[in-house]
């Protein structure tokens, strides 16, 4: 059994669907959820589930404090796997190093991105995507490295844009591709866990 935490800072819509598919795996259990915003949506939703939740603003503290005090709730924890799910803050090299996995020669952490990696990484990637007079967008679920949206990607998937869409269309297309792509993830890392063979988190 891993013990995963969930980064969030803002709704968490990709939280809860992680929330809800966790309950029916075996091997692995959300045990945390870690806020930088003391008004971010999820965590309502989070208590009112009984979930731990962790809100360790960022405030004065340095970008190493704050992070140092993230990395001690996680070690009381015992997290084993870090999930972000619209996690506003890119991660330090020597963060990412704590969750380094020798075997797996990546972090075990995992991110999801809104559109189809290496394109428009970064902030707003729905309002670039949808601003592009590209015909179609993606997400991209990837392993976390130090650079902005760049890690090893696990799985991507397309989705269309029509000329008719408004902005807000375009996005909730987009995430319920999000809340499809990323559960499905949880469901391989919970094979993994039990095969211990990297080629079942890929296997999609
Ligand atoms: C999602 O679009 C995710 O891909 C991005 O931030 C957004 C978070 O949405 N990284 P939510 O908080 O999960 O609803």
Same mark, same amino acid.
């Given at each position: 059994?891993?013990?995963?935490?969930?980064?969030?800072?803002?709704?968490?819509?990709?939280?809860?669907?992680?929330?809800?598919?966790?309950?029916?795996?075996?091997?692995?259990?959300i045990?945390?959820?870690?806020?930088?915003?003391?008004?971010?949506?999820?965590?309502?939703?989070?208590?009112?589930?009984? %979930?731990?939740v962790a809100? =360790?603003? @960022?405030?004065?503290h340095? #970008?190493? +404090?704050?992070?140092?005090? *993230?990395?001690?709730?996680?070690?009381?924890?015992?997290?084993?796997?870090?999930?972000?799910?619209?996690?506003?803050?890119? %991660?330090?090299?020597?963060? =990412?190093? @704590?969750?380094?996995?020798q #075997?797996? +020669?990546?972090?075990?952490? *995992?991110?999801?991105?809104?559109?189809?990696l290496?394109?428009f990484?970064?902030?707003?990637?729905?309002?670039?995507?949808?601003?592009?007079?590209?015909?179609y967008?993606?997400i991209?679920?990837?392993?976390?490295d130090?650079?902005?949206?760049?890690?090893?990607?696990?799985?991507?998937?397309?989705?269309?844009?029509?000329p008719?869409?408004t902005?807000?269309?375009?996005?909730?297309?987009?995430?319920?591709?999000?809340?499809?792509?990323?559960?499905?993830?949880?469901?391989?890392?919970?094979?993994?866990i039990?095969?211990?063979?990297?080629?079942t988190?890929?296997?999609?």
């Amino acid at each position: 059994m891993i013990n995963i935490a969930v980064f969030a800072s803002g709704k968490g819509s990709n939280a809860k669907a992680l929330f809800s598919k966790a309950r029916d795996l075996e091997n692995l259990k959300i045990s945390l959820l870690v806020t930088d915003q003391k008004d971010a949506g999820v965590i309502q939703w989070a208590t009112e589930n009984g %979930l731990q939740v962790a809100i =360790i603003e @960022k405030r004065n503290h340095s #970008k190493k +404090e704050h992070e140092d005090l *993230i990395l001690k709730m996680l070690t009381e924890h015992q997290i084993d796997w870090i999930l972000l799910a619209g996690y506003m803050r890119l %991660l330090s090299s020597q963060f =990412i190093d @704590k969750f380094h996995d020798q #075997k797996l +020669e990546r972090s075990r952490i *995992i991110n999801i991105h809104p559109s189809l990696l290496p394109e428009f990484k970064g902030l707003e990637a729905y309002e670039r995507a949808y601003e592009s007079s590209q015909d179609y967008s993606g997400i991209s679920v990837h392993f976390v490295d130090a650079g902005m949206d760049t890690g090893p990607i696990i799985t991507q998937e397309r989705f269309d844009k029509s000329p008719a869409d408004t902005l807000d269309e375009f996005k909730s297309r987009g995430l319920a591709l999000e809340h499809k792509l990323y559960p499905q993830v949880l469901e391989k890392l919970n094979q993994y866990i039990a095969k211990n063979d990297i080629r079942t988190l890929y296997a999609f």
